[in-house]
């Protein structure tokens, strides 16, 4: 173990210690450890190498080419529970893996979860993963793929879509820039243009007092609140120092 530590932490391995008990208690045997450690020191993302990341105490399946659930999404999925109420209509929107939908839908009881991405590797983590929840996933861009049926009926949007500037993706770190797919990440010119997209979108799916929270930046909060204003949404902003997280939340008249 000492000699797997020490190769972890010469990779720039900050937790190395912790990584090399994940890595071991995947590995199948030694040569298969051999292999999975060559591949995080060569840089991959621990949670592809394992083959999971925990969200808000869940284990999410994620894999190579697949955007890892970040912890500071995880304030975003507890503003979306404590949006919703039970029996509630919830749809996970640019889910990816569907951290998101799982950790509201865990916490919901009777939740009708519907998940939607346009990346369908992503996708194929994310059946498996909402799975449990009964959660149905749709492939497609945004709206496009949900069902009519939802129209008027979604209780609580829940977003986490791409918001880096196209010119910042080169200084994210390698982990992300290397490794997870440029359509879960590149957010525009201004890191913005797919949460215009969301915002203009959702009015028409939305229930009566229905619910889009939305992840964002400090920085760019105003522009993301501004778009939901626009659409006719009554908007508020909340952020989380623990977490190192903002979040938007929009509610329909």
Not at 64 to 71: H, K, L, Q
Not at 121 to 128: E, G, M
Not at 175 to 197: F, I, N, Y
Request: hydrophobic share 50%; aromatic share 6%.
């Amino acid at each position: 173990m000492a000699t797997l530590v020490e190769a972890l932490r010469a990779a720039g391995c900050v937790f190395a210690e912790e990584e090399a008990e994940l890595l071991t208690a995947a590995a199948e045997d030694a040569g298969h450890l051999e292999g999975l450690v060559a591949r995080r020191v060569a840089g991959e993302p621990l949670e592809h190498v394992v083959g999971w990341a925990e969200f808000c105490g869940l284990r999410m399946a994620v894999g190579e080419g697949a955007f890892v659930p970040r912890r500071r999404s995880e304030f975003l999925a507890r503003e979306a529970v404590a949006a919703a109420r039970p029996g509630a209509v919830v749809v996970d929107l640019c889910c990816g893996v569907g951290a998101l939908g799982a950790a509201v839908a865990a916490q919901v009881p009777g939740a009708e979860l519907h998940a939607a991405d346009i990346d369908p590797v992503a996708l194929a983590y994310a059946r498996r993963n909402l799975a449990p929840y009964g959660g149905r996933v749709w492939e497609g861009d945004l709206y496009a793929p949900l069902p009519a049926g939802l129209r008027g009926r979604v209780d609580v949007l829940v977003v986490n879509a791409p918001y880096v500037p196209t010119g910042e993706i080169g200084l994210l770190p390698p982990e992300a820039r290397d490794h997870e797919p440029p359509v879960s990440l590149d957010g525009g010119a201004d890191g913005l243009d797919v949460h215009r997209r969301v915002a203009a979108g959702a009015p028409p799916w939305l229930a009566p007092g229905g619910t889009l929270l939305i992840e964002t930046s400090a920085r760019q909060s105003p522009v993301t609140a501004s778009a939901l204003t626009a659409a006719g949404l009554s908007v508020r902003a909340v952020a989380s120092e623990e977490y190192y997280a903002t979040v938007i939340i929009a509610t329909a008249p």
